[in-house]
């Protein structure tokens, strides 16, 4: 994987033998430098992380300890956030329906649809840091991720669609969909102190918002969000990466936008929690997420 705004951290067997005991013990204090030191490279050189262990020893963690990292990991960069209206902090990313649609209601983590390069910060107001995003079991095919130099992006928009920029810059209007029923007003850009901008983007919950508000996105919104959008699919921005099972994406969700392919699992594939259960020999596609400020 070769990026300027990404970075790949394979742990070494030491390492991997402390995550397991960590993991374990339910304290991953041995591996507090380690942790603090991919922080600062998040805080400072890069927007984006993929730690992943060797392809062999992934295989020597159980599916409920992989589940269980993350949370523990998650301790080293800040405060876990609610994501839902259950007062859930750590949500399973697995299609719950294959008919299901962001277009019908449902959340972008409940489907298999692809597309909609987004950022997760759209679901409440404030603004948070980091995204988590780790790999408990590939799908049997697609769901590839894709990420998105944001900084990039912004660059482009700034020196060839001005015009996009600036309504861009300007409020819209969004739901706190799976959160509540409130709506609230944000712009898609903003700026952090030094000057980087700060995305907040998911076309489908905006445009539902919009609807819900009785407020018509008018012709220059449009053509903002298309700008957006078309830059943000082009090639050049991007990175993709099949997540491993093991694998953990650690971004700064506001600067690195992201989204996947489409993808498919096996016919006789079941839920983690049937899995868990014995009900099933073959796990969906499932990933686990968290927001953290």
Same mark, same amino acid.
């Given at each position: 994987?070769?990026?300027?705004?990404?970075?790949?951290?394979?742990?070494?067997?030491?390492? /991997?033998?402390?995550?397991?005991?960590?993991?374990?013990?339910?304290?991953?204090?041995?591996?507090?430098?380690?942790?603090?030191?991919?922080?600062?490279?998040?805080?400072?050189?890069?927007?984006?992380?993929?730690?992943?262990?060797?392809d062999?020893?992934?295989?020597?963690?159980?599916?409920?300890?992989?589940?269980?990292?993350?949370?523990?990991?998650?301790?080293?960069?800040?405060?876990?956030?609610? /994501?839902?209206?259950?007062?859930?902090k750590?949500?399973?990313?697995?299609?719950?329906?294959?008919?299901?649609?962001?277009?019908?209601?449902?959340?972008?983590h /409940?489907?298999?649809?692809?597309?909609?390069?987004?950022?997760?910060?759209?679901?409440?107001?404030?603004?948070?840091?980091?995204?988590?995003?780790?790999?408990i079991?590939?799908?049997?095919?697609?769901?590839?991720?894709?990420?998105?130099?944001g900084?990039?992006?912004?660059?482009?928009l700034?020196?060839?669609y001005?015009?996009a920029?600036?309504?861009?810059?300007?409020?819209?209007?969004?739901?706190?969909?799976?959160?509540?029923?409130?709506?609230?007003?944000a712009?898609i850009?903003?700026?952090?102190?030094?000057?980087?901008?700060?995305?907040?983007?998911?076309?489908?919950?905006?445009?539902?918002?919009?609807?819900?508000?009785?407020?018509?996105?008018?012709?220059?919104?449009?053509?903002?969000?298309?700008?957006?959008?078309?830059?943000?699919?082009?090639?050049?921005?991007?990175?993709?990466?099949?997540?491993?099972?093991?694998?953990?994406?650690?971004?700064?969700?506001?600067?690195?936008?992201?989204?996947?392919?489409?993808?498919?699992?096996?016919?006789?594939?079941?839920?983690?929690?049937?899995?868990?259960?014995?009900?099933?020999?073959?796990?969906?596609?499932?990933?686990?997420?968290?927001?953290?400020?």
């Amino acid at each position: 994987m070769q990026s300027s705004f990404m970075k790949e951290i394979t742990m070494d067997a030491a390492k /991997q033998v402390a995550l397991g005991k960590g993991i374990k013990d339910k304290n991953l204090s041995e591996l507090a430098p380690f942790f603090s030191a991919i922080k600062e490279d998040l805080d400072t050189k890069y927007r984006g992380v993929i730690l992943h262990l060797e392809d062999e020893a992934a295989n020597t963690f159980s599916h409920q300890e992989l589940v269980n990292a993350p949370e523990l990991i998650s301790s080293f960069f800040g405060e876990l956030l609610v /994501q839902n209206e259950k007062g859930d902090k750590v949500i399973m990313v697995y299609d719950r329906d294959r008919l299901g649609s962001m277009y019908q209601g449902a959340r972008y983590h /409940q489907t298999r649809e692809g597309g909609s390069i987004h950022t997760d910060n759209v679901n409440i107001p404030e603004i948070w840091n980091y995204l988590f995003l780790s790999c408990i079991e590939p799908a049997q095919v697609g769901g590839e991720n894709i990420l998105v130099d944001g900084v990039a992006v912004h660059k482009t928009l700034k020196e060839k669609y001005p015009k996009a920029l600036a309504v861009l810059e300007d409020n819209f209007t969004w739901e706190m969909r799976g959160v509540s029923d409130s709506l609230y007003e944000a712009p898609i850009i903003t700026y952090d102190e030094n000057g980087l901008p700060l995305f907040r983007h998911l076309r489908p919950y905006m445009e539902s918002a919009h609807v819900k508000a009785n407020k018509p996105l008018s012709f220059e919104q449009l053509y903002a969000i298309d700008v957006l959008d078309a830059v943000t699919n082009s090639s050049e921005y991007q990175m993709r990466y099949r997540m491993r099972k093991g694998d953990i994406l650690i971004t700064r969700d506001a600067q690195v936008l992201h989204g996947r392919t489409c993808f498919s699992d096996a016919i006789e594939a079941v839920t983690y929690d049937d899995y868990i259960q014995g009900k099933g020999a073959i796990l969906k596609r499932t990933m686990e997420r968290l927001w953290i400020k």
